[in-house]
């Protein structure tokens, strides 16, 4: 992380694009480079209107399926959140070139419930059933799936016989715990499969940190971006005081000047420039503040 002592701002390290955005991004960006355009990507590519705003000037278009390509000698794009396999397959039969963008965490996540899934285990997804993660993973339950968002909701489970337990990769992990055991109330054997991915880890335990030591918590990025908003619950469930922001301009200045120590940090799928921005224009505003004196 990166401190300026004098007006103490920190920022954080793992903030910004997941190695798995990162890579789905790089991946789209050669295509385009590479002069392999169309380019359609089967939803956004990530959930940050600054970041898709950048892709479509370049005519990287977000599609919901193939059909509504208008020109079948493009490139369809899986990205970092996955697809069913029943969806992969339908997109290669429509004849269009695929580039598979998957991140291989996600991939490990499908591996896993795939592999339990054909030995009989009805699997449990600990996460948000409309995110287009989980409704990838959930095509690998051989039909037998069930999306939980936490302890509560698993109270309401029947009982199984066999059941394996896994996350949503960027789930908060005392939430997955809690609901694995409440799940092995369920079930007569009960595989616990922690799926929540390294970056999601490192990110949350550095959050956890710099958050508790923090009077005011910055945290930038999608308003519609999942991970970004459970980073900002999770702040605030530490009881800092904590401002979710798009860009800049959102920020509100008459915090910023009271705190004494301010942490700022970001989603998976915000990018750099966005984060950068937010620092800037914070130590910007404290800046002008102390040279004009005013506490
Ligand atoms: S959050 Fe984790 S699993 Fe999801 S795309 Fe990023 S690195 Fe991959």
């Not at 190695?19 to 956004?44: F, M, Q």
């Not at 918590?217 to 980073?231: D, P, Q, Y």
């Amino acid at each position: 992380m990166s401190m300026d002592t004098k007006q103490d701002v920190t920022v954080a390290t793992c903030a910004g694009f997941c190695p798995g955005v990162k890579r789905a991004i790089e991946k789209v960006l050669e295509l385009e480079a590479a002069g392999k355009t169309p380019i359609y990507t089967l939803g956004p590519l990530i959930h940050n209107k600054q970041a898709t705003d950048m892709l479509s000037e370049k005519h990287i278009t977000a599609i919901d399926s193939p059909q509504e390509a208008r020109d079948k000698s493009g490139v369809l794009v899986i990205r970092a959140h996955g697809i069913t396999p029943q969806f992969q397959r339908e997109i290669e039969d429509y004849g269009m070139e695929v580039v598979d963008a998957t991140c291989p965490l996600v991939k490990h996540a499908q591996n896993i419930i795939d592999k339990f899934a054909k030995q009989g285990y009805h699997t449990v997804i600990v996460g948000d059933g409309d995110h287009a993660e989980v409704i990838g993973l959930m095509g690998y339950t051989q039909g037998h799936g069930t999306v939980v968002s936490g302890p509560e909701e698993a109270t309401r489970l029947p009982h199984f016989q066999k059941v394996n337990v896994v996350s949503q990769t960027t789930q908060k992990e005392s939430v997955f715990y809690a609901t694995a055991e409440e799940v092995k109330k369920h079930a007569d054997l009960c595989q616990v499969s922690n799926t929540i991915c390294q970056p999601t880890k490192e990110r949350q335990k550095e959050t956890i940190e710099c958050a508790r030591n923090a009077d005011l918590v910055i945290v930038v990025g999608g308003k519609h971006s999942a991970n970004t908003a459970r980073l900002a619950v999770l702040c605030r469930e530490l009881g800092s005081a904590v401002q979710h922001v798009e860009t800049e301009t959102e920020l509100a200045k008459t915090q910023i000047l009271q705190a004494k120590r301010i942490f700022i940090t970001a989603g998976a799928s915000t990018p750099e420039w966005v984060i950068d921005r937010v620092a800037q224009h914070v130590r910007a505003l404290r800046t002008e503040t102390t040279s004009e004196g005013i506490k």
